[in-house]
């Protein structure tokens, strides 16, 4: 059934076809489409005229495990995260793998494959020892056998493999928009991990105090960048606390939703007092509680809130008073650019044509810290970036980030991010390492 | 062995050396691995230092660069694929090193988690160490894991997970080994890039690995084994 299915799209998309064998020609790998059953429906010209290497393995009785299997278990991997997958075919031969579906049920998969990623004369002594098994006219034929393999290069690889998965999108039905899903949770959850990780270089040994004070200090931080209208720097935060809140609630899910409901009441708190709508954050808001209940896993929570999230700055977007705005990303923009140097709130003040006092008003009304304190933000933030180069020493970062000297710099450091930059250097050291 | 690698050991100190056999894994080169590890043996240079100060940072430089977008799977997987050539020439020699043995590790990646380079790192650390590992393998139920402890008699339950969306199942397997009255004989580990201390508290798991290198101590602690000065060095 599926299968004739599939047969059909093809008759009636020739298009999609040639897609198909140009995806072939232009990577130089095989390509086939096979049904759920293993079954090969279509298949690149290119895979017809080079000599088969998996059937010279199977047929002389070499260890090998069924490229069906190889293939099933690549197709529900790649149904699983949403994308196309590379992995090892058989020994060293390797496959891409994109889903094809149906009304939201895996029916087949697109397979490019064989493909090498290695040229075989590299290929190590140990890597070839189940040859030994076989007689050598076997070996000989073998061996041309693999010369026919192609061998395509690692970013190559990395290219052909989201242009394999547009091509199973365009032979699903109705098409693929429901692994993007499962692609864009998936990517989330990396970046927590990523986060996570970092914590875990930064602070080698928190605790759940540490992590409280330091959920504490992000918070405000979102909220300022939220005030700011800063919205990737705001996302970026919200990474991090959802973080904090996985370390300590994943194995709990009632009280992981407690605290992402916490998390978004914050959020919203502080998008109506940046300018969205009240009507709209009280639909919000309403929404949260009503939606939270349908949620049952860790995941989805995590890709809502980021949604949510999404929903609450296009409000602020939409409706806050632009002018206050104007000038203090002006303003941040000037330090931004000039945080090496030795400002003042007059200078920057001057730049944008406001009196100093105004100026003041605005960064602590808007970002809810003083002046002074968001420049040494500023500079610790590009210091820890330098500090990752280990040639650079510390006196001369401080010099370059704006502070006058190295014990100043070392005592703003250690106030704002709770370690010496030396003991931050170190961390990020094991981090790269 | 390579003449000009050889020119250049003779010159250079053991650390230098380390950090290109470092360089040589994250660069994919096998040849550079073999070499440098083969030369260094010779050489005589203590074989948990080749591990654990040029082997293993080279695959974790590897992990990070992929983690931070600078690699793609294939690299990854070359990279892994060099890392495999110098562990094949020190696992043999680490092996014949150990006659007695501490323990029975029975370890594998949690249900659906299909990361193992850092499992195989912990593997071969623990091998070295003597214990005798029972490897499960990548996307271990629960059931897979108790059967496993039960069958195999062995102390130390280790599981490793690298997503997010995977670590719950550390939980499950250790709600199944209480339920199974196992737990009181057979000690949890665990481990993996997202885990932290406190979500091995919150799950009860006996210990918690930060990084695979501090795996044998951990594990020789939990069993209440003396170090015997021979232990991965714990960065």
Known sequence: MAEQLLLN?????????????????????PLRLIDSEGKTLWKSDFFRSKANFCKILQSNGFPT????????????????WGEAIISKCCYFIMQITAPVIRGGKLVGDLVASPFLLVDPSELQPEELVFLHRGKPKIRKAFEKTLSSVPIVKDEQVGQATPHLFRLADRLSDPDLSSLLNVSESQALQGRIADQICDLKNLDRDFTSQSLSKLFYEREKEIVAKIRLGDRSGAKEILYQLLAIILIQY??????????ILELL???????????????????????????????????????????????????IYETRHANNYKRLSKALNFIETHYGDSLTVERIAKEIYLSPSRLSHIIKSELGITFGDYISKVRVE???VLLKDRELPISEIALEVGFPDQSYFTK???KIQRCTPMKFRNASEFDST | MDNAINHKLEKEGSGAVL????????????NGVKALTERMVTEGVELFEILNQGLIPGMLEASERFRRGKFFIPELLMSSRALKFGLSILRPLIQERNKDVLGRVVIGTVKFDLHDIGKNLVIILLEGNGFEVIDLGVDVSPEKFVNAVEKKEAQILAMSSLLTSTMSWMKFTIELLQASGMHRRVKTIVGGAPVTQIFAKNIRADAYCREATSAPSV????????????????K
């Not at chain 1, 799209?9 to 790998?29: G, R, V």
């Not at chain 1, 069924?66 to 699983?80: D, L, T, Y």
């Open chain 2, 219 to 234: 594990i020789k602690k939990l069993l209440g084994i003396e170090e015997n000065g021979r232990t991965a060095v714990v």
């Open chain 1, 412 to 414: 703003v450091f250690k």
């Open chain 2, 19 to 30: 950090k290109r056999l470092q360089q040589a894994v994250v660069q994919r080169d096998c």
């Open chain 1, 382 to 384: 590009r210091a820890k």
């Open chain 1, 265 to 315: 009441i914050i959020l919203s708190r502080a998008a109506a007092e940046t300018g969205a709508k009240i009507e709209e954050m009280l639909g919000i808001r309403y929404g949260f509680v009503t939606e939270l209940t349908r949620i049952k896993d860790q995941e989805t929570l995590c890709l809502w809130v980021v949604r949510v999230f999404e929903k609450l700055m296009d409000g």
């Open chain 1, 250 to 259: 994943l194995e709990n899910f009632e009280l992981l939703k407690i605290s």
């Open chain 1, 65 to 80: 495990r069924s490229c069906q299997r190889a293939h099933k278990e690549a197709a529900r991997e790649s149904f699983r």
């Open chain 1, 9 to 29: 799209k093809l008759k009636e998309n020739p298009e999609i076809t040639s897609q198909l064998k140009a995806f072939a020609q232009i990577t130089t790998i």
